[in-house]
């Protein structure tokens, strides 16, 4: 959640979100692999030490830029909370000396909720953990216009 905050606080987060948004979903796969270094380290770096990492790997992209940086970080953090989940959930799945049938359809079942894992969804749900809109108008906000 602290990058999350951080995001919010420290850039325009209508726009980071809006620009995300509008990326196609190839090209987020693409920004992804290209940035996947940063996006670890991202991840890694205690929260005090995240921007000034950020200042000095993404220094000559735009704001909005590094702004998406975090947020493939904050998708990667929930992916890994995911991927826990799912580890846990089909722990007797994944050990060695069950029947094989049934290891092989757990296992499958295991890789059809991983794929889902990997999609590119703004992480909503980290910042309506901490009473933020995510950068977009709740459609009540758009009511009340």
Request: hydrophobic residues 40%; charged residues 30%; glycine residues 6%.
């Amino acid at each position: 959640m602290s990058m999350a905050s951080w995001l919010e606080e420290s850039f325009d987060l209508v726009a980071v979100r809006t620009r995300y948004e509008a990326i196609p979903d190839d090209d987020k796969v693409k920004f992804e692999v290209s940035n996947a270094e940063i996006i670890q380290e991202l991840i890694a770096e205690t929260e005090g030490q995240r921007p000034a990492y950020l200042r000095q790997v993404a220094k000559n992209v735009d704001s909005i830029t590094q702004g998406i940086l975090i947020v493939f970080a904050i998708i990667g953090q929930v992916r890994v909370m995911e991927m826990i989940e799912l580890r846990d959930r089909f722990r007797y799945s994944l050990s060695p000396g069950g029947p094989n049938r049934a290891t092989c359809a757990g296992i499958y079942a295991f890789h059809q909720e991983i794929i889902s894992v990997t999609l590119f969804d703004w992480p909503d749900e980290v910042f309506d953990a901490f009473g933020s809109d995510g950068g977009w108008p709740d459609d009540e906000d758009l009511d009340d216009e």
